[in-house]
């Protein structure tokens, strides 16, 4: 195959995987752009280039900057176009070494419930539409209509998904999940936790990890479960670990776990996976928050919102703060961690549902 055959099948495997992006016109370039960039923004961007393009007629510039999918390989974009290229896609593996028949809960007239593996993607990734939970859960039934995502669990995370048959259940049970859906979580724990309802507050911050306090900080975002049950069990064994995906972290304990039944009150992006670390019980093979644990257990009072809060003078001070305790942090889990969706319900418990024993249960 010729370099340029196989820089076009490249592009195609790209644009399939939904990866390549375009806007009519590009948004204002970041602090980091280079001076090149910027160049070209201004040069693309002056109102009297605009006002030549067709495609822009009637349209704001916000309504011109609005981002879409290119989705075949011909498609054709007018010159000016801003086009964005994933040339390195999050791949998930996984997806090619599931049973995904024997992943399905239950199948209805409105919607499917998965027991998702960990190591998956329910709805995808802005680079990677293509390996996900819906496409290969379609797949597996054979549906002539693609299932739609309702609900997102982590990548590392295994356990109860739904994922609508329709677009009005899509929409019904997007309206449900708050109030009337109840998750349950099984979270094997590297530490003790005690029972009752625990609550952070969390920084409002799009990347991970998650920075939590112990005390109330204006602006943060509350988090609460409640931790139903904490028994202590055999830290699984180095052969299950490894069959399973988890990333060895020397934790300096590894003779009992403690397996966790959590009832997600709020639900913020790896809530309980930062709640847990923040009482000092990471969640075994969480090479993301762990690490941060064993930190501040090597030097007590390292975390500047833990039970030894720093007190700040100015908002700088704390977010500068927020930023070097983050970076204490490890890397997002390869594939997967001891935390499972073990069970969801709605409507009252008209609608319940199991995944079975969690991977270290099996």
Same mark, same amino acid.
């Given at each position: 195959?010729?370099?340029?055959?196989?820089?076009?099948?490249?592009?195609?495997?790209?644009?399939?995987?939904?990866?390549?992006?375009? $806007?009519?016109?590009?948004?204002?370039? &970041?602090? !980091?752009?280079?001076?090149?960039?910027?160049?070209?923004?201004? /040069?693309?961007?002056? +109102?009297?280039?605009?006002?030549?393009? &067709?495609?822009?007629?009637?349209? !704001?510039?916000?309504?011109?900057?609005?981002?879409?999918?290119?989705?075949? +390989?011909? %498609?054709?974009?007018? =010159?000016?176009?801003?086009?964005?290229?994933?040339?390195?896609?999050?791949?998930?593996?996984?997806?090619?070494?599931?049973?995904?028949?024997?992943?399905?809960?239950?199948?209805?007239?409105?919607?499917?419930?998965?027991?998702?593996? $960990?190591?998956?993607?329910?709805?995808? !990734?802005?680079?990677?539409?293509?390996?996900?939970?819906?496409?290969?859960? !379609?797949? =597996?039934?054979?549906?002539?209509? &693609?299932?739609?995502?309702?609900?997102?669990?982590?990548?590392?995370?295994?356990?109860?998904?739904?994922?609508?048959?329709?677009?009005?259940?899509? @929409?019904?049970?997007?309206?449900?999940?708050?109030?009337?859906?109840?998750?349950?979580?099984?979270?094997?724990?590297?530490?003790?936790?005690?029972?009752?309802?625990?609550?952070?507050?969390?920084? +409002?911050?799009?990347?991970?990890?998650?920075?939590?306090?112990?005390?109330?900080?204006?602006?943060?975002?509350?988090?609460?479960?409640?931790?139903?049950?904490?028994?202590?069990?055999?830290?699984?064994? =180095? #052969?299950?670990?490894?069959?399973?995906?988890?990333?060895?972290?020397?934790?300096?304990?590894?003779?009992?776990?403690?397996?966790?039944?959590?009832?997600?009150?709020?639900?913020?992006?790896? %809530?309980?996976?930062?709640?847990?670390?923040?009482?000092?019980?990471?969640?075994?093979?969480?090479?993301?928050?762990?690490?941060?644990?064993?930190?501040?257990?090597? @030097?007590?009072? #390292?975390?500047?919102?833990?039970?030894?809060?720093?007190?700040?003078?100015?908002?700088?001070?704390? /977010?500068?703060?927020?930023?070097?305790? $983050?970076?204490?942090?490890?890397?997002?889990?390869?594939?997967?961690?001891?935390?499972?969706?073990? %069970?969801?319900?709605?409507?009252?418990?008209?609608?319940?549902?199991? $995944?079975?024993?969690?991977?270290?249960? %099996?």
């Amino acid at each position: 195959m010729s370099t340029r055959s196989k820089t076009g099948r490249y592009v195609a495997d790209l644009i399939h995987f939904g990866a390549v992006h375009y $806007a009519l016109v590009c948004s204002k370039p &970041p602090l !980091t752009a280079t001076s090149e960039e910027i160049k070209l923004y201004k /040069e693309f961007t002056k +109102p009297s280039v605009l006002r030549k393009r &067709p495609s822009i007629k009637g349209k !704001t510039v916000r309504e011109a900057q609005n981002t879409f999918r290119v989705t075949k +390989p011909d %498609q054709l974009v007018e =010159a000016g176009t801003y086009v964005r290229v994933h040339v390195r896609p999050k791949r998930f593996p996984r997806c090619y070494e599931v049973d995904w028949k024997s992943r399905i809960i239950a199948v209805t007239e409105s919607y499917v419930v998965l027991n998702k593996p $960990a190591g998956t993607s329910v709805g995808g !990734t802005t680079d990677n539409i293509e390996e996900t939970c819906v496409t290969f859960a !379609t797949r =597996a039934l054979e549906l002539s209509t &693609p299932l739609r995502t309702t609900h997102q669990i982590d990548n590392c995370t295994e356990g109860c998904v739904v994922l609508a048959r329709t677009k009005d259940y899509c @929409s019904a049970f997007h309206r449900k999940i708050r109030k009337q859906v109840k998750k349950l979580y099984l979270a094997l724990a590297a530490a003790y936790v005690p029972c009752g309802v625990m609550t952070h507050y969390m920084r +409002p911050f799009r990347k991970s990890p998650k920075v939590i306090s112990e005390d109330f900080i204006k602006g943060w975002n509350v988090c609460q479960l409640e931790v139903l049950e904490c028994r202590r069990v055999p830290w699984p064994d =180095a #052969l299950v670990e490894e069959k399973y995906g988890i990333e060895n972290i020397d934790w300096p304990n590894k003779e009992f776990a403690y397996e966790c039944k959590v009832n997600l009150l709020t639900g913020r992006t790896h %809530q309980i996976r930062a709640q847990l670390a923040g009482c000092g019980a990471p969640i075994v093979g969480d090479s993301m928050y762990m690490p941060a644990v064993m930190a501040e257990l090597a @030097s007590p009072g #390292l975390n500047p919102f833990g039970k030894f809060g720093k007190q700040f003078e100015s908002e700088a001070e704390r /977010e500068l703060a927020a930023e070097e305790w $983050a970076a204490k942090h490890g890397k997002e889990p390869r594939v997967a961690i001891a935390l499972q969706a073990c %069970q969801i319900s709605w409507d009252e418990g008209d609608h319940f549902y199991e $995944a079975g024993p969690p991977w270290w249960g %099996q």
